[in-house]
């Protein structure tokens, strides 16, 4: 009989759920099996719910509502039946933001899983139904042998939701021997599926897998009963801590005490023991580590021995010791006490000479902490030209270095054919000014596997000099290619863009931040940072610097820290330069520097007005010593040398006994016949001597050698010298820190001031990241912060600071590289929002800046904030801008030759260039390979059939 119903709903469960979908909605009512599930439909706000059961209940599962929107929003239920609508006002169904992962503790298990894995984060409550899934993929050498592909997937419910910030869930068991196969871990909420990658990549949420743990002796016959147990194998703790593995003896809990990568001990309690010693069935020896169950051996426990037998062999055997150790111990009774008296006088002696050492650095520090600003040199800063400074910040880190072509300006061109090949490239530069042909070629060689990381690097150098003279035009391809980046980016971990220089456009970023900012660096950062690097050079040669270790007494670097308490003293010498008149010029040098070093600190101190590239090289003038009627050659290396052990000294001033106020003649390369002779066979005898035995040493000696020392006899402060406390010697760090504090306070302020003049590049760019971020939804404020620090201070600061011969002409020595480096670091960390937290075990680089490092985070974030603040750069002001720098600089550099290395480029991936142009619509339609194709007939002599 046919019947006339009228569905209701009464509610539904659960009545909310994430935008990203996959929430199953109970709705419950009466009638509600009315008709067919074919004519029943139900919706959300408009949004469709996919019925999957239909009956008295009907379950639906929600499909996605713009991810994307971080907000809250509050839908409707409809219910269809034909053309009949079941509305209930009352029926509300919330749609909350996707859920957010932060963390996942402990970061990995074992292939044979079963590990609890807490996921922290928040918007859990909403997600009615969460998974860990698991991917394997065995690798290519083994799908290669399979003759197919095979992924497995298995996955595991959550085992527990404490709230909306935390699920727990146990770790799927994977195939054991993880190095075969491709781990893809996933974690899976209703709808919403995040992928988390096996390496930390800065955000503390990752996960990975390792091979189950192997064991010695696994599965042995017998093992010995015993109330301690060993357990001896390989990777024991690097998925399992000592509270989640169990080992079991039978049915008892074996307690662990000790658990290590190699070693596990666990001990069984007395009554535990007696109880497995007298039952019935050989227990058996188990470990677990989560789903893995591993049987060692049985464990076999000795029969009781009677008291009557072990009496005797315990009480005879005792009896014995004592009286042989009664014996032993009259006879070196007074042997020890005199080894006591001997030992007490070593310790009286080491505490001297520590109390001593502490008194003499925290001497040195107060010392050092006088202000070294008038020591800065006043001679101007010797700023590079632009396009020497371009160079430098583009090429010199290249393969060839000094010797790259763009630097040395010469290309191998037949002369006969320079006409005709100059005019072919001068044909590719208009080609390269074509949007369409130029992103076409760049998409193409990044998709090429052999171009690799350096190339990459290095053509988008070549194609900055090629472009210089439309900077616009080069801005306009930066932001294209940027925009594809960041679409790469947000749609995986926006967090780790820009983070390396991986691609094209990544480091046509940092080469248009060094255009923009050249004009920053002379007018205004410029001076500071010379500054700090005088200052720096300044601190690390008053004190000693060994030659051959390159380490110094005075550094911010403790693996640069010289180790020794190695006695010197100031010298003024009087210097006399032959040939440029009978002025003499004072300067400080140390009883301790080799010949050598007393050559650069005259040069640095005789030529102080004159760039670094135009003074003369200490290997092109020789130092001589006039003690009497007779000059004296000084050198590193000749007949005098001391020779220790297998080693040879360098020779110092002391060596040749320089007292203070001594004249010393600096002859250059002009030399009379006499000195020309002496000389060559001052250079001879160091050539000898180097052959004969190429090991030197300056201020300490080879620790090889210092070993064998210790073993031979000699005197107690002989043997104390061998073996200094270097953590004594940290105090210095803080010495040369506090004299260098406003240097460095000043370089961090004139960049990371707002308040100052702030360059039109950084604010246009600034502003584009943060429109940007706003287009895609991106509304954490950390991810933006670490676009503009990877932008702009570790992309572009951080390589001047540690690079000062990027802009100024000078030579940095490996000991103020050394300190640069330091300080280069802490620049980093303070332009990054994670919270090291420090002790003791901490690097001391670390901990020298641990007190300032809160005060530079703050500076960077006022920087930022500030910058937003400002007045907008328009694209016309910015444009303006770029075009005044084409203007002024272009001419001065190697365009030409950076545009015949750009065709080296097209000729080797011509044919991969010329496909993608032909495979293109808008390229076919404006003939751009055939424009290709003229230009390589051209610049390589061919004749084209087009």
């Known amino acids: 009989m046919f019947e006339y119903r009228e569905p209701k709903v009464h509610e539904i469960h659960p009545n909310k759920g994430i935008r990203d979908g996959g ?17 029943v439909s139900v919706s959300l706000g408009g949004i469709k719910c996919s019925i999957i059961h239909f009956g008295e209940e009907v379950i639906c ?30 029926i509300k169904f919330t749609y909350k933001p996707s859920p957010v992962i932060r963390n996942v503790t402990p970061n990995a298990s074992f292939a044979c899983g079963g590990r609890n894995i807490t996921v922290t984060g928040e918007g ?18 083994r799908r290669r042998r399979k003759k197919r592909s095979l992924t497995s997937v298995v996955k595991t ?40 990658p096996s390496t930390d990549e800065g955000n503390g949420c990752f996960f990975k897998y390792h091979s189950d743990p192997t064991f010695e002796n696994s599965n042995s016959t017998y093992i010995q009963g015993n ?68 049987v060692l051996g049985k464990v076999m426990f000795a029969s009781p021995v009677p008291l009557n037998v072990i009496l005797p062999l315990i009480i005879i055997p ?70 020497t400074y371009t160079d430098r910040v583009f090429f010199l880190p290249s393969k060839d270095g000094e010797n790259d072509v763009m630097i040395t300006g010469k290309i191998d061109i037949p002369e006969s054919r320079r006409q005709a090949v100059e005019n072919a490239l001068n044909q590719f530069s208009n080609l390269l000014n ?179 590239s135009q003074r003369p090289k200490s290997e092109s003038v020789a130092l001589e010593w006039r003690p009497g009627s007779t000059g004296q050659i000084l050198s590193d290396l000749d007949l005098t040398s001391i020779t220790e052990g297998r080693s040879k000294r360098l020779n110092t001033l002391k060596h040749y006994n320089v007292q203070d106020g001594t004249t010393l003649v600096l002859t250059k390369a002009v030399l009379t016949q006499q000195q020309e002779d002496h000389q060559q066979d001052i250079y001879s005898e160091k050539n000898a001597l180097l052959e004969d035995d190429s090991k030197t040493w300056h201020l300490v000696r080879p620790a090889d050698e210092v070993d064998e020392s210790k073993s031979k006899r000699g005197s107690l402060k002989e043997k104390e010298r061998t073996k200094a406390i270097t953590e004594i010697y940290l105090t210095r760090l803080l010495s040369v820190k506090g004299t260098l504090q406003n240097f460095v306070d000043d370089f961090f302020q004139s960049v990371l001031s707002s308040n100052q003049v702030v360059p039109p590049a950084v604010k246009y760019f600034f502003d584009f990241l943060d429109e940007q971020a706003e287009k895609h939804g991106i509304i954490d404020e950390d991810t933006i912060h670490i676009w503009k620090t990877n932008s702009l201070p570790l992309r572009f600061w951080v390589n001047i600071l540690k690079n000062p011969h990027f802009i100024f002409d000078v030579h940095v020595h490996e000991v103020v590289d050394a300190s640069l480096s330091v300080i280069a670091q802490t620049f980093m960390d303070a332009c990054t929002r994670t919270e090291h937290k420090l002790s003791r ?48 600089h272009t001419e001065s550099l190697n365009t030409l030759v950076s545009l015949y290395q750009l065709y080296q480029y097209a000729s080797k991936y011509y044919d991969a260039i010329i496909n993608a142009l032909e495979g293109d619509p808008a390229s076919q339609k404006m003939q751009l390979a055939f424009r290709l194709q003229q230009i390589a007939a051209a610049v390589e002599d061919k004749v084209t059939d087009l």
């Open 318 to 387: 005792m009896v014995a010791i004592i009286i042989i150790a009664v014996i032993c111990y009259r006879r070196k009774s007074q042997q020890a006490e005199r080894e006591y008296e001997k030992i007490k006088s070593q310790l009286e002696g080491l505490e001297e000479s520590v109390r001593d050492r502490c008194k003499k650095e925290f001497t040195d520090l107060m010392i050092e902490m006088e202000d070294q600003t008038n020591d800065v040199s006043e001679a101007g800063i010797p700023f590079l030209n632009y396009k």
């Open 434 to 612: 074509s949007k369409l042909f130029l992103t076409n070629f760049i998409h193409t060689l990044e998709g090429q596997k052999e171009f690799s990381a350096r190339e990459k690097v290095y053509f988008a150098s070549l194609l900055t000099v090629a472009l210089h003279g439309k900077l616009e035009y080069y801005t306009d391809i930066m932001r294209t290619l940027f925009l594809e980046l960041m679409e790469q980016y947000v749609a995986k971990n926006p967090k780790l863009m820009l983070r390396r220089s991986e691609t094209v456009v990544e480091r046509m970023l940092a080469n248009w931040m060094s255009i923009c900012l050249y004009s920053f660096l002379k007018d205004s950062a410029g001076e500071p940072l010379y500054r700090l690097f005088k200052a720096i050079k300044h601190q690390v040669e008053k004190g000693p610097v060994d030659a051959v270790q390159k380490k110094a007494k005075y550094t911010l670097n403790d693996t640069g820290l010289l180790g020794d308490d190695v006695e010197y003293s100031t010298l003024t010498v009087n210097v006399f330069i032959q040939g440029d008149g009978a002025e003499v010029t004072p300067v400080k040098v140390l009883n301790c520097d080799t010949v050598s070093q007393v050559k650069e600190k005259i040069i640095d101190q005789v030529y102080r007005n004159v760039p670094f």
């Open 227 to 294: 109330n301690v147990y060993s357990v001896k194998g390989s990777n024991f703790n690097v998925a399992m801590s000592k509270e989640e593995a169990e080992v079991h003896v039978g049915d008892k809990r074996c307690n662990i005490q000790t658990f290590t990568s190699s070693i596990l001990y666990c001990d069984l309690s007395k009554q535990d023991t007696e109880a497995l010693s007298v039952a019935k069935d050989i227990p058996l020896f188990k470990v677990k580590f989560g789903n893995g169950v591993w």
């Open 841 to 888: 075990d901490s690097p001391s680089n670390k901990l020298l800046y641990a007190k300032e490092i809160s005060a530079y985070k703050k500076m960077v974030e006022d920087y930022y904030r500030g910058i937003r603040q400002m007045v907008q750069v328009s694209d016309q002001d910015m444009n303006t801008h770029l075009a005044e720098v084409s203007r002024a």
């Open 124 to 141: 859990f409550s909403a997600v009615s139904h969460s998974f860990m899934e698991v991917h394997t993929t065995p690798n290519s050498h």
């Open 61 to 90: 599962v929600t499909e996605a509502n713009n991810p994307s929107n971080k907000t809250e929003e509050e839908s409707i239920f409809k219910m269809e039946y034909g053309n009949s609508i079941i509305q209930a006002d009352d």
């Open 23 to 39: 929430t199953n909605i109970t709705i419950s009512g009466t009638y509600l099996n009315t008709a067919s599930m074919d004519d």
């Open 157 to 196: 419910a959550a085992v527990q939701m404490d709230n909306d910030t935390t699920i727990i869930f146990s770790s799927p068991t994977i195939p054991h021997n993880t190095k075969y196969y491709s781990i893809y871990v996933f974690f899976v909420m209703d709808g919403y599926r995040e992928s988390v």
